[in-house]
């Protein structure tokens, strides 16, 4: 895999000549962070050599490179999930990659199905722990020490520090946030009633099915690391709302604007 991951950085390297700090994933509906980009370079996922082609609706597949205020950024537009056949490796091979291009802080968002009753369809969680539902772990086999250790403290998935920052700015722009730990199931079905009550009583506020890998991979390479969730659909124990992928876009882009607004500010200040 590292001999990949130097062929694939290369790849970048010669094609944008570009160090970014910040490492952003765009899920489902938020794509549009983009346009809070000054952008310089674009390459398609296609182009990329080892790289994997999303094939979900809403996913663009690009990665982006350019600027937030005077932070340089790398951005995907669109990930990868093991239910679209990827194993946990491939889904989490670019995190790798923008680790070796340079990035010390990495920003993972999504649209999650919501369990906690105080969140409602629009809600926006800042992720503060998850638990892992998923079939493969994305460091199970042998271990290559140059990209981290055998066993990770996952004593702090998600940055205190960081979190602390985007409350800040969600206060001072009047934005409602929700805190919430997220559970990672593998899909591609949506949730049955009977799986949001054990996700509710395994202590998870609200379930999607992505992040979880990427943040654990994040982690092995000691990148500081951000999550934040918008809730498409809502499970509880009296009824399950009917829910389709589009519905899900739709609930996600009525959030993206303050969404779109506490990444942005979290880049510049942080």
Do not use: W
């Not at 674009?42 to 094939?55: A, D, G, M, R």
């Not at 920052?165 to 079905?189: C, D, F, M, R, W």
């Not at 943040?215 to 009296?238: K, Q, W």
């Not at 519905?247 to 506490?262: F, G, I, S, T």
């Amino acid at each position: 895999m590292l001999n990949q991951i130097y062929d694939t950085c290369e790849f970048i390297k010669n094609k944008t000549n570009f160090i970014p700090e910040y490492g952003i994933i765009l899920g489902s509906g938020l794509g549009d962070f983009a346009e809070d980009i000054k952008i310089e370079f674009t390459l398609p996922y296609e182009e990329i050599p080892n790289f994997p082609v999303s094939t979900v609706s809403g996913h663009k597949g690009a990665l982006l490179f350019g600027t937030v205020g005077t932070k340089k950024v790398m951005a995907m537009q669109g990930r990868f999930h093991y239910y679209e056949g990827y194993d946990m490796k491939q889904v989490t091979f670019p995190v790798r990659v923008m680790k070796h291009l340079g990035i010390t802080k990495l920003i993972v968002s999504n649209a999650s199905g919501g369990v906690n009753s105080n969140y409602k369809v629009g809600s926006i969680v800042i992720i503060t722990n998850h638990i892992n539902m998923m079939p493969e772990h994305p460091l199970r086999g042998a271990n290559d020490e140059r990209m981290g250790p055998r066993f990770v403290n996952m004593s702090e998935p998600y940055s205190h520090h960081m979190i602390a920052k985007v409350k800040e700015i969600a206060k001072t722009n009047n934005i409602e946030v929700k805190e919430g730990v997220y559970v990672a199931l593998q899909g591609p079905t949506y949730e049955t009633l009977s799986e949001y009550k054990m996700i509710k009583n395994i202590g998870g506020d609200c379930v999607g099915m992505s992040t979880v890998p990427e943040v654990i991979v994040a982690r092995h390479m000691d990148l500081e690391t951000f999550g934040i969730s918008v809730i498409t659909d809502m499970g509880n124990e009296e009824n399950i709302e009917t829910v389709s992928h589009a519905e899900v876009l739709k609930a996600a882009k009525m959030a993206e604007p303050n969404v779109r607004l506490l990444i942005r500010e979290l880049i510049k200040l942080y």
